[in-house]
């Protein structure tokens, strides 16, 4: 009896200490989600759109799983650690019940020692060999009485003792079960947000945030000025394609222009200003001779 209350007395205490120092990881992994949940706000306020909506999306999932492990924490509590603990009682007072069986066992082989010494020593006092024998028979009766009800104690303290500790593990099964299928349904929800966050609409505002000028554009001719940079903060828009009725005209047009030069004959080519010095001092001097022939003939 007394080696089955130490084995209990260790086995549940450790147990009990395992258990309580499981719930406090539990707790303290609560904590540190709750410092990722707000980390995880705070960096969703520095991003675009797409990817600040699915960090927030998954920071208050995360936000519900810790809610749903603080349940976790409190339950593991309430129906495993502290059942555990009251053990610590119940085994407490077993010892008591079983000092007073040993105390009576004892008082018993006293008596009985008292009685032969006394048959020894004085085997003519029957009164007294009376007395030691009654006191004996008295002391035998408790210690009977009390073997009885340790026995049923311990008997009581077994069964119970087997029914809690199968009732505190199906508690902790159950909560953990609880807890982790809640957590896996949020979790599913979560990992579909983010399988659906669309990261290309974001990486295409930052390439358009990040785009600060246009290709300078160098012109071919000599004379014109230096080229010039035009910023714009926006892609260059595609420009319009080819209009095929505009180039099927366009291409009529040219081949009726050079028709009609090859009908007229080659164009006058313009006189230069130097062929048209020339000519005016030709008239000059035709208009002097013309002059000295009419003041000859006066003559």
């Known amino acids: 009896m007394e080696q089955t209350l130490k084995l209990a ?3 549940l205490g450790e147990m009990c200490s395992i258990l309580a120092s499981y719930t406090r990881k539990k ?5 540190r989600a709750d410092l990722l949940v707000a980390q995880l706000f705070d960096f969703s306020s520095t991003e675009d759109l797409e990817f600040q909506t699915g960090l927030k999306n998954l ?21 495993v650690v502290a059942p555990l603990k009251a053990y610590g009682d119940i085994v407490k007072n077993k010892k008591m019940d079983l ?12 008596e009985l020692q008292k009685l032969e010494r006394m048959r020894q020593k004085s085997p003519g006092d029957r009164q007294g060999i009376s007395q030691a024998e009654l006191n004996l028979q008295q002391a035998s009766t408790n210690a009977q009485r009390s073997i009885t009800q340790l026995e049923d104690t311990i008997m009581d303290f077994q069964r119970q003792k087997l029914l809690d500790i199968k009732t505190i593990f199906i508690n902790f099964i159950t909560v953990e079960m609880s807890f982790y299928a809640k957590a896996l349904e949020v ?21 358009a945030r990040i785009k600060i000028f246009d290709p300078p554009v160098w012109s071919l001719d000599s004379q014109s000025s230096p080229p010039t940079i035009h910023y714009s903060s926006l892609p260059p828009s595609s420009s319009n394609p080819p209009n095929p009725v505009s180039a099927e005209t366009s291409g009529a047009a040219q081949s009726h222009a050079l028709q009609r030069g090859r009908d007229e004959g080659p164009a ?27 003041e000859e003939e006066e003559e």
């Open 9 to 11: 007395e260790k086995n």
């Open 99 to 110: 000092k007073k069986l040993s105390s009576d066992l004892n008082r018993e082989q006293k």
């Open 268 to 294: 006058p080519r313009p006189h230069s200003n130097l062929q048209h010095q020339a000519d005016k001092k030709g008239q000059r001097d035709e208009t002097d001779d013309d002059a000295e022939e009419e």
């Open 59 to 79: 920071a208050e999932d995360l936000a519900m799983v810790q809610d749903y492990r603080q349940a976790q924490v409190d339950r593991l509590e309430t129906k």
């Open 187 to 207: 979790y599913t929800h979560t990992y579909l947000n983010l399988e659906a966050m669309d990261t290309q609409k974001d990486l295409q505002l930052f390439s």
């Open 27 to 31: 707790a303290k992994l609560r904590d």
